[in-house]
């Protein structure tokens, strides 16, 4: 289950500038017009290969998942992951279609599905539903909020999974992380993020 980031902040060139010219007198600044403020959160998904997560999965328990490959192909980037095992040995976890529709799961633990699964529709809107075609059950759209995580305090948007008549599966992704904390049956939480620079 384009690339997981932190928020950036934004504003070191508007405090340098203000630095160079701190003794002319400046208006009010006006506020931004909301037409052109961002509508939806910006989200991209990690593709470079060597990009690693170690998760906290309980039990005081670790899995570490890394980008073994990535290809375009049809207008999206297929991004393969693995499982890094002790003592190095590495076994497929996913393949992922990352696109600006969303990301698709295509294949898990080896076995490709039929049908690709949305997991994150984009642009992501809260309220928004859709089916998991071959999968059962329904997926939401939920709020973008603030995420506790081993890593940190993480802002991600929410996904529910009604996988069962009152089973809930809740992901949170966040923009340059991807998937930084899962809830459900079984709980993942981001504990480090690693992205090779080369």
């Given at each position: ?160 999974w009604e996988c069962n008549p ?33």
């Open positions: 289950m384009p690339r997981f980031t932190s928020w950036l902040c934004i504003g070191i060139a508007i405090g340098f500038a203000s630095l160079a010219d701190a003794t002319a007198p400046h208006a009010a600044a006006a506020p931004v017009p909301k037409h052109l403020m961002p509508k939806e959160p910006r989200f991209a998904h990690p593709t470079r290969v060597g990009t690693t997560w170690v998760y906290d999965v309980g039990n005081k328990q670790e899995s570490t998942r890394q980008i073994s490959q990535v290809e375009e192909k049809n207008g999206a980037a297929l991004v393969t992951t693995e499982y890094v095992h002790a003592g190095g040995k590495r076994s497929h976890h996913m393949t992922l279609s990352v696109s600006d529709k969303g990301i698709y799961l295509v294949a898990e633990h080896g076995s490709t599905y039929p049908v690709p699964w949305c997991i994150f529709k984009l642009p992501h809107k809260e309220g928004q539903t859709w089916t998991t075609e071959g999968h059962g059950g329904d997926m939401k759209s939920g709020p973008v909020e603030k995420v506790k995580t081993p890593a940190g305090e993480i802002l991600a948007a929410r996904v529910d009152g089973q809930v599966v809740s992901y949170w992704y966040a923009d340059g992380f991807g998937l930084v904390r899962m809830s459900g049956p079984a709980s993942v939480s981001l504990k480090s993020f690693t992205s090779d620079s080369k």
